[in-house]
């Protein structure tokens, strides 16, 4: 029994959304671009061969968007912005390198992992080598705060990771454990990406802090969309496989809300799927109807919607222009996304 993520009407308009950003951003990141090609360069043939694999899969490069459009809504006009927006890129995909190792992920957009292809040891090195280059180029910009701020955000995603192997299979871990993982594996990195927006323009600190804020929290959003559509998507939409969370037996919001409002029994079904690992014939699709029964999904979106608001709140110290607005839609965009 499926439970569809009811975003349907909001889907045309958040792909428009994305659209408007693209466009606005879309010769600075095409600087973007040609600098991770670029920088991506190595004498080992591997290193730019299974880098590319993953950063040409069709990502959408929101976080580095997301620097390029903090940078201009705060007026910057240098060029340092590119530098750092190719270095967030780096930073991202060397933590979707090392996540489908720890995780051991077969899919990642609908394509094989670089794991499946060249082995979990290439994988961790060349995650290593895009760190570098992160660091690299942060220190061409010669802004020792902004690599103050990505550098921390790499320890606190570290963190975040190590957290949740340390909770994973744990059907006891409760909301406010769930939420500090998420805060620090994902929106740790929106946030950064934001923030050195405000930092290369030399804004104030009230408007920094804004931009941190607004990144921390569609971070958060983001990801807590991401728990409801690995139940409730489609696999067509999501590059992936609907209920891969559950068959890598993750505990995710929807799982965590369902487990603490079920009665004994469908306790123990979660014990016995997610905690041994004993999976059966029927058993997904019985998760997917105790989050059903519980409305599970539906309070895991609402409760992305609250982060999103938040998200929004921050940038109310800006003045409205068209950078204001794209971030703006670019929430909604996070909120209503079927992919």
């Known amino acids: 029994m499926g439970v569809v993520v009811p975003l349907e009407d909001e889907r045309v308009r958040s792909q428009n959304a994305v ?18 090609r670029d920088r991506m360069a190595s004498d080992v043939p591997m290193i730019p061969e299974l ?15 997301l620097t390029i459009a903090a940078s201009r809504l705060c007026g910057y006009q240098g060029s ?26 077969d899919l990642r957009r609908g394509k094989k992992t670089a794991r499946m292809l060249w082995g979990n040891q290439a994988s961790v090195l060349v995650g290593d080598f895009l760190l570098g280059r992160a660091f690299r180029l942060m220190v061409e910009t010669k802004s020792l705060r902004a690599l103050e701020i ?25 909301e406010d ?8 594996k994902t929106a740790a990195l929106f946030a950064a990406a934001a923030e050195i927006g405000a930092v290369v323009a030399a804004r104030s600190t009230g ?11 569609l971070g958060i959003a983001f990801q807590l969309i991401d728990d409801a559509l690995d139940y409730g998507g489609r696999a067509a939409s999501l590059g992936k496989n609907v209920g891969d969370d559950f068959r890598e037996r993750k505990i995710t919001l929807p799982v965590v809300l369902a487990f ?39 309070d895991t979106i609402a409760r992305a919607r609250h982060y999103g608001a938040i998200a929004k709140d921050a940038l109310a110290i800006f003045p409205e222009n068209a950078y204001s607005t794209a971030l703006l839609d670019l929430v909604d965009f996070c909120i209503s996304r079927t992919y």
């Not at 995603?157 to 192997?165: F, H």
């Open 80 to 105: 340092d912005h590119i530098k750092l927006a190719a270095s967030v890129e780096f930073l991202h995909t060397a933590t979707l390198l090392h996540d489908d190792v720890v995780d051991e992920s």
């Open 207 to 217: 408007e920094t802090a804004a931009l941190e804020s607004y990144g921390r929290n």
């Open 19 to 36: 659209a408007q950003l693209q466009a606005l951003v879309r010769e600075d990141m095409e600087d973007v671009n040609e600098f991770i």
């Open 150 to 174: 990505i550098a921390n955000a790499a320890s606190v995603i570290a963190e975040g990771e190590v957290m949740q192997l340390a909770a994973a299979k744990d059907t006891g871990t409760t």
């Open 260 to 298: 603490r409002r079920g009665g004994k029994e469908e306790r123990a079904f979660w014990e016995r799927t997610l905690r041994e690992g004993d999976q059966r014939e029927g058993d997904l699709e019985h998760a997917q109807g105790l989050m059903a029964k519980h409305g599970t999904i539906e």
């Open 51 to 65: 880098a590319s694999h993953l950063i040409n899969s069709g990502g959408k490069r929101l976080r580095p968007m």
């Open 177 to 184: 454990a769930y939420m500090r993982v998420i805060a620090a």
